[in-house]
């Protein structure tokens, strides 16, 4: 009888980019014979894809790793890796603070995953936190292992060459490297042939992406080219991208989803501060004028356009005045949602070396209260246009809170929870919201 294959178990913190490395891991392991599972418990490999993004990322993950020690003590012969940024960030730390880890590796290393692993097993630490200036993973076909079967990421760049000032993650992730476009087209089209129908294009800074083709004999690929030719692979799949750097995010875009109606009309569009001041600080590179700009240009080109922000709050020296002009802006660029942050410091960043964290954690918190709170309401009047109005929804899935109905999202990215009926997951459909809260819409009837 053949022996069953050892079992996998990742376990995925941080962002978007961190999903998909799961699912290149995931394909990695899967070649050497191992079979994905749903819990720690039943895996003979437990794999952490870590992040170091803020403070409270890298707590929840050592508060995990105390709790995966006592597995340990209970099966000894569970293999523990810490993968991802704060493997990278953290390596000797990991290595000295946590005996019951053996394996480390940084997020251009997965390839080694097999060998380093080995290497555990016979009792030496598995370590590589190297990072190579060339690695896309372009050739590995990313195993979907938690997926809907409708959407999926499609990572087309690694890395990131800006230098803002607070954030950690060139230190983790390394230069930015642009994946070959042939590469990616040809996932995305082995991704319509098994019947998805949206992809979401990542990068940390999608706008400055440039294929120079693996032969270097094909004319270079801009991001606008790049999404057409996503585009045009089929009308039937919906193309997502993130996240745009409000520096470089050209109206050579914004044409470009303008021309398909299959490219959703939704934008990531990070703005961190509302203070020229503090985006100079954070050496954002736009100021507030330029990034109001931009919104412009987005809502003149693609009226139905829906915009989404990041929002720091407490940065190094942030006065009220400051914070007012935060609150201002979100305002005047009327978004439709937004990731909101108190600051926190990450060592090793430029703000780390040069600037003093000074804004205490209770003006933090209360500037990201009054952010949220502010946000909520914006929210709130983005969607009660859409109230009894048909919209057009992809189901991704049931709702949480109940079996008897289906969710999905709009091309605005809006989510909307409606009863099932006769459809399915994966299925185009036409719902009116009869209600909506400030992060939903709802339709109560077929
Ligand atoms: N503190 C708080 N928020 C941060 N972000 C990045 N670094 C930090 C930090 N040190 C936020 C930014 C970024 C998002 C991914 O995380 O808003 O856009
Ligand atoms: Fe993703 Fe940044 Fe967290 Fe790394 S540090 S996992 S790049 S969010």
Same mark, same amino acid.
């Given at each position: 009888?053949?022996?069953?294959?050892?079992?996998?178990?990742?376990?995925?913190?941080?962002?978007?980019?961190?999903?998909?490395?799961?699912?290149?891991?995931?394909?990695?392991?899967?070649?050497?014979?191992?079979?994905?599972?749903?819990?720690?418990?039943?895996?003979?490999?437990?794999? !952490?894809?870590?992040?170091?993004?803020?403070?409270?990322?890298?707590?929840?993950?050592?508060?995990?790793?105390?709790?995966?020690?006592?597995?340990?003590? +209970?099966?000894?012969?569970?293999?523990?890796?810490?993968?991802?940024?704060?493997?990278?960030?953290?390596?000797?730390?990991?290595?000295?603070?946590?005996?019951?880890?053996?394996?480390?590796?940084?997020?251009?290393?997965?390839?080694?995953?097999?060998?380093?692993?080995?290497?555990?097993?016979?009792?030496?630490?598995?370590?590589?936190?190297?990072?190579?200036?060339?690695? $896309?993973?372009?050739?590995?076909?990313?195993?979907?292992?938690?997926?809907?079967?409708?959407?999926?990421?499609?990572?087309?760049?690694?890395?990131?060459?800006?230098?803002?000032?607070?954030?950690?993650?060139?230190?983790?992730?390394?230069?930015?490297?642009?994946?070959?476009?042939?590469?990616?087209?040809?996932?995305? *089209?082995?991704?319509?042939?098994?019947?998805?129908?949206?992809?979401?294009?990542?990068?940390?800074?999608?706008?400055?992406?440039?294929?120079?083709?693996?032969?270097?004999?094909?004319?270079?690929?801009?991001?606008?080219? !790049?999404?057409?030719?996503?585009?045009?692979?089929?009308?039937?799949?919906?193309?997502?991208?993130?996240?745009?750097?409000? +520096?470089?995010?050209?109206?050579?875009?914004?044409?470009?989803?303008?021309?398909?109606?299959?490219?959703?009309?939704?934008?990531?569009?990070?703005?961190? #501060? %509302?203070?020229?001041?503090?985006?100079?600080?954070?050496?954002?590179?736009?100021?507030?004028?330029?990034?109001?700009?931009?919104?412009?240009?987005?809502?003149?080109?693609?009226?139905?356009?829906?915009?989404?922000?990041?929002?720091?709050?407490?940065?190094?020296?942030?006065?009220?005045?400051?914070?007012?002009?935060?609150?201002?802006?979100?305002?005047?660029?009327?978004?439709?949602?937004?990731?909101?942050?108190?600051?926190?410091?990450?060592?090793? $960043?430029?703000?780390?070396?040069?600037?003093?964290?000074?804004?205490?954690?209770?003006?933090?918190?209360?500037? !990201?209260?009054?952010?949220?709170?502010?946000?909520?309401?914006?929210?709130?009047?983005?969607?009660?246009?859409?109230? %009894? +109005?048909?919209?057009?929804?992809?189901?991704?899935?049931?709702?949480? +809170?109940?079996?008897? *109905?289906?969710?999905?999202?709009? #091309? *605005?990215?809006?989510?909307?929870?409606?009863?099932?009926?006769?459809?399915?997951?994966?299925?185009?459909?036409?719902?009116?919201?009869?209600?909506?809260?400030?992060?939903?819409?709802?339709?109560?009837?077929?």
């Amino acid at each position: 009888m053949a022996t069953p294959p050892p079992l996998l178990y990742i376990e995925t913190y941080g962002c978007q980019m961190n999903v998909n490395d799961s699912e290149v891991v995931a394909s990695v392991m899967r070649d050497h014979g191992y079979a994905m599972c749903s819990a720690a418990e039943s895996a003979d490999l437990v794999l !952490l894809n870590t992040c170091s993004i803020r403070d409270n990322a890298e707590q929840r993950v050592w508060g995990r790793l105390a709790e995966l020690r006592a597995l340990k003590r +209970k099966n000894p012969r569970l293999m523990l890796g810490v993968i991802g940024c704060m493997a990278e960030r953290l390596k000797e730390r990991l290595l000295e603070q946590e005996q019951s880890v053996d394996v480390v590796v940084g997020p251009d290393a997965y390839r080694e995953l097999p060998s380093l692993v080995s290497m555990a097993k016979a009792g030496q630490k598995g370590v590589n936190v190297e990072l190579l200036r060339e690695e $896309t993973y372009a050739d590995i076909a990313p195993v979907r292992y938690d997926s809907n079967g409708v959407s999926a990421f499609v990572s087309i760049m690694r890395g990131c060459n800006n230098a803002c000032s607070y954030c950690v993650v060139p230190y983790t992730r390394g230069a930015e490297r642009s994946r070959d476009a042939q590469s990616v087209l040809r996932e995305v *089209q082995a991704l319509v042939d098994s019947g998805y129908r949206e992809v979401t294009l990542l990068g940390q800074n999608v706008n400055s992406y440039l294929s120079l083709a693996g032969d270097r004999s094909a004319a270079p690929c801009t991001f606008a080219q !790049l999404l057409d030719k996503v585009a045009r692979l089929s009308p039937q799949l919906r193309v997502r991208f993130s996240t745009s750097h409000p +520096k470089d995010m050209g109206d050579d875009v914004l044409h470009v989803m303008a021309q398909h109606r299959n490219i959703c009309k939704s934008i990531h569009l990070p703005a961190q #501060s %509302g203070s020229t001041r503090v985006l100079e600080l954070m050496n954002r590179k736009y100021t507030r004028e330029s990034y109001l700009e931009r919104i412009a240009a987005i809502r003149s080109i693609l009226p139905a356009c829906s915009i989404s922000t990041d929002l720091i709050a407490g940065f190094c020296t942030e006065t009220e005045d400051d914070h007012r002009q935060t609150l201002s802006l979100m305002r005047e660029a009327a978004y439709d949602f937004a990731f909101m942050f108190m600051y926190s410091e990450r060592p090793g $960043t430029r703000a780390a070396r040069r600037y003093r964290d000074d804004v205490p954690e209770e003006v933090k918190a209360r500037r !990201l209260s009054e952010i949220i709170a502010l946000q909520n309401e914006i929210s709130l009047k983005a969607k009660l246009p859409y109230v %009894g +109005k048909a919209v057009e929804v992809l189901a991704e899935g049931f709702s949480k +809170k109940s079996k008897e *109905q289906l969710f999905g999202r709009t #091309s *605005q990215n809006m989510v909307v929870v409606f009863p099932c009926g006769d459809h399915r997951v994966g299925e185009y459909l036409s719902v009116t919201p009869t209600r909506c809260t400030s992060a939903t819409l709802i339709a109560e009837r077929e």
